[in-house]
């Protein structure tokens, strides 16, 4: 029996056992996502009585209807959208500042501005001393303090030096013989050749500093500036901005009137500020896929 | 190569190359200065841990109340000290465990299924967490395990717990911690397992199969140690992170009701440091910590390049 086929294909029944446990696995990390988006979408009475589990009972936006009415979160929605774009050219420009001229091998000094950048990837000050150099420069309370910190990578610069490296050096020096200076051939040779890092960095970027809310709990005290996160912290996490004060008074009579629970509007509002990660994830991830490779590259 | 390249520019232009340095180097000049501003300035930053610092003073000159290792003495004898290591080797060392093992379990598992359309569909669910901020992440968990909310109408459907707000039970905490750090990075930490997985030789599989191996043979004697190097410096960096836990999270999801088993270096310094204004204080706990952790990691590679051959330097 055990040399039946010469090679053995694995007993079926663990096979079966390892695609169930896999199933699950999937199930497990999607179901919290879908189960808060059907709640939401959910009659306000059958979201009430919280027992909507797998499809949604009946339909209704009214959730999303009082939501959209509330200016302090289109607000925060447009503070991070600022700061994501900021931050995000910023970086790819600060990154490629530094990554191009390291790809001179005769460069003076190389060896110090290596260690230059080697030694803040060991060492930090920490939260406090962050904090009193930032206060110190003035830049407490203002939105500036989302994007200027935020703005360079060293990790960033790392990787795209090691990409442009792998860029053939023959194509710099038959630029040169062309009469292109420094910064010509930066734009002209290098650019064009630099999109697919480039890409992997905006995309890091762009959901790092969407989803991040820490360094505006730290220094941005006041409500007009803060992100879209430090908003959802207010009103999700901390309840202390109730629900029902997001939307006007007539909204919130409504909201009374159709037994609408403020776990129902909480989930929308979930769904509405994740809405465009959730979109873009499937375009994503394989920009995160291979920055995690190119990253591994450098180890 | 380098030699023959400095003749070629010289040739050319005999002040070419000193021009071209000083060109390269105005484009790196403003990144330079935002590094040193951001990344070296809080490291003079750190001085205050040896001084009475006031909001306004300067870290140097006059002025200056240095107290030498002051607050490094009050922070180790002060009665949050006990805690603070307590909870942070807890929940750093479960995570150590479970979020550590589960990206290399799950990537052992993805291994196995055949059905590429079907492997593709779990490996992208798999990584959809990580996109997810924090806060929502975090919202989602407290109201599930707020009362009637789905897991624990789930727990007490299925196991009788009683059905209430688990988010200010102490014993919850270090088990809500984990499992949703581990739903959070299991996914994401499993892509290099994964594409190392992937980069090894089918013919060592093939040639295994027909001596005979198993299933679970071919994971022991050609799997693991495809991953080993992978593993080892991961268990490093893990290691070396041990006290520096992951804050944000816990500061979503703590309360007052289970500060004394949720407060860790991270949300003790925001507390005490942002909130309160004791900046010095929290500064020589932060940096007693950092000591501790990059001991660690040196201690980690050592050992590491002794067993397995492999480390970070």
Known sequence: MKKRRGIREG??????????????????TVYPMYYVFILSISEPKAAAAMNVYWIPKGFSLDAYKALIGDSEMWRAYLNTILYVVCTTILMLITSVMVAYPLTYKGLKGRKYINMFLLIPMYFSGGMIPAFLLIT??????????????????IWNIILVKAYLSSIPEGLREAAKIDGAGVFRILVDVYLPLSKPILAVLAVYTIVAVWNNWFSALIYLPKTDWQPLQLYLRRVLVEDTKQIQEVMGP???????????????MKYAMIIFTTLPVLFAYPFFQKYFVKGVMLGSLKE | MKGTKKVFIRKRSPSYKDKETLQLYLIMLPVFILIAIFAYGPMFGIVIAFQDY?????FFGEGVKWVGLKHFDTFIQGKYFGRLIRNTLVLSGLNLVFGFLSPIFFALLIDQIKNLKFKKFAQTASYMPYFISTVVVA???????????????????????????????????????????????FGFGSILYISTISSIDPGLYEAAKIDGANRWHQCKYITLPGIKPIIAINLI???????????????????????????????YTYRLGIVSGEYSYTTAAGLFMSVIGFALTFAANKISNKLTGYGLW
């Not at chain 1, 110190?136 to 990578?153: N, V």
């Not at chain 2, 599930?144 to 688990?166: C, E, H």
């Open chain 2, 237 to 267: 960096m893990s290691i070396g992170s041990l006290l520096a836990t992951n804050s944000d999270l816990i500061l979503l999801l703590y309360t007052p009701s289970t500060y004394d088993v949720a407060d860790v270096i991270g949300t």
């Open chain 1, 250 to 264: 007539e909204m919130a009579q409504e909201m009374v009137r159709k037994q609408m629970s403020g776990a129902q």
């Open chain 2, 139 to 185: 919202a989602m968990v407290i109201s599930f395990i707020d009362q009637d909310g789905i897991i624990t109408k789930f727990l007490s459907a299925v196991l009788g717990f009683p059905n209430k707000n688990w988010r200010v039970e102490p014993s919850a905490f270090p088990i809500t911690y984990t499992i949703t750090n581990v739903w959070m990075n």
């Open chain 1, 136 to 153: 110190k420069l003035g830049l407490y309370g203002h939105p500036l303090s989302q994007i200027i910190p935020a703005c360079f990578s």
């Open chain 1, 11 to 28: 007993n079926p029944v663990i096979t079966f056992f390892l695609y169930a446990l896999t199933a699950f696995l999937a199930l497990v």
């Open chain 2, 54 to 58: 006031f909001p306004g003073a300067s």
